[in-house]
C-alpha cells in the first residue's frame, strides 16, 4: 500500500511540473531560427537577417478563437511600428487537419487583411524550436536576436506594445 501511495504522489507530482513550465522560460535566450519551407506574403526570413529590428514572433491558427482576438492587435502594431524596424512573423501552426491546407490559410489571411510574413509551421518544427504549447503565443525578439519577452493568451495589449516600443527605442 505504502509503494502504491508513493506512485501516486511521484505521479502527481510530475504532472504539475511537466505543466508548470513557464512560456517565458525562453526569455534571455537566443531567438531559434524559422525553418519553414513555404511562406506566405514573404520570401523565407532567417533571425540572423532581421539584426536591428525587433520581431515578433506569434504562433497561431486560423481556427483558434483566441488568435482571432489577438489578431487586430498584429494587424495594428505591424502596420504603425513597421517603418521604425519592427517586424511580425506568424508562425501559422495548424491544430485541425483543414488548417493545414495552405490555400484555407491563404483565404483566412485575404478575408482578414493579413499582410505580414507567415510561414506555414504543419509539421511544427518551428513550434519545437521555440519550445511553445499554446495559440496564441507571441515571442518579442531584440535587435540582437535575443527573446526578452513572451506573452500566452489574449490581453495584456498595451504591455506588449509597450514592450515593442521599449525595445525599439533601444540601440
Same mark, same amino acid.
Given at each position: ?46 533571425? !540572423? ?9 506569434? /504562433?497561431? &491558427?486560423?481556427?483558434? =478563437?483566441?488568435? @482571432? ?43 482578414? !487583411? ?9 509539421? /511544427?518544427? &518551428?513550434?519545437?524550436? =521555440?519550445?511553445? @504549447? ?38
Amino acid at each position: 500500500m505504502k509503494h502504491k501511495m508513493l506512485m501516486v504522489i511521484w505521479v502527481v507530482l510530475l504532472g504539475i511540473f511537466s505543466t508548470s513550465i513557464r512560456a517565458d522560460a525562453r526569455v534571455g535566450m537566443k531567438a531559434p531560427d524559422i525553418s519553414n519551407t513555404t511562406w506566405l506574403n514573404s520570401a523565407p526570413l532567417r533571425m !540572423d537577417e532581421l539584426k536591428g529590428k525587433v520581431v515578433m514572433v506569434e /504562433f497561431w &491558427t486560423f481556427g483558434c =478563437y483566441n488568435c @482571432r482576438n489577438v489578431e487586430p492587435y498584429l494587424r495594428q502594431w505591424y502596420q504603425q511600428y513597421k517603418d521604425r524596424g519592427f517586424v511580425v512573423i506568424g508562425v501559422h501552426s495548424p491544430e485541425f487537419s483543414h488548417e493545414r491546407q495552405v490555400d484555407n490559410v491563404q483565404r483566412y489571411m485575404k478575408e482578414h !487583411d493579413i499582410r505580414f510574413p507567415v510561414p506555414i509551421d504543419n509539421d /511544427f518544427s &518551428t513550434w519545437s524550436a =521555440y519550445g511553445n @504549447r499554446y495559440w496564441p503565443a507571441m515571442y518579442l525578439i531584440d535587435k540582437r536576436g535575443i527573446i526578452r519577452y513572451v506573452k500566452v493568451g489574449e490581453g495584456g495589449y498595451s504591455e506588449t506594445e509597450r514592450q515593442i516600443l521599449a525595445l525599439l527605442a533601444e540601440e
